[in-house]
């Protein structure tokens, strides 16, 4: 027996005033509209076979793109090993040649300084024995 508009909205305003409005709303949610039939054990069965089935296909995508994502992450990760040595070894030479050349600098003027104290020294030893 199909329910009439005017009696659901006395079941709503009944709900409302003894469970309160959520939860009215809820059990009007749950209650088949006028004109529509409720549904059957066929349907719902039907519904979850749908449901099944998309979570099958759902979950073979899932472990395709799970397959994928780890094998470009796995490429990424070795091309980011081979890049940061290189990167490594540049700046460890660059730093060697850096600490070459700061010796150099610093062993040349050391030479330089000592052969002009012993130029001066010899100087001043023949200056005074003289």
Do not use: C, K, N, Y
Request: hydrophobic share 50%.
């Amino acid at each position: 027996m199909p329910v009439e508009d005017h009696r659901r909205a006395a079941l709503r305003r009944a709900a409302a005033a003894t469970l309160g409005e959520e939860a009215a709303d809820t059990l009007m949610a749950l209650v088949t509209p006028a004109g529509q039939d409720p549904a059957t054990r066929a349907d719902v069965h039907g519904v979850l076979a749908a449901v099944d089935t998309l979570d099958e296909r759902l979950t073979g995508q899932l472990a395709a793109l799970d397959e994928r994502l780890t094998g470009q992450l796995a490429a990424l990760d070795e091309r980011w090993e081979h890049r940061s040595e290189a990167v490594e070894h540049r700046l460890t030479a660059a730093f060697e040649r850096g600490i070459r050349a700061a010796i150099t600098a610093q062993t040349r003027a050391l030479v330089v300084s000592l052969l002009v104290s012993v130029v001066a020294i010899a100087g001043l030893a023949f200056g005074l024995a003289s």
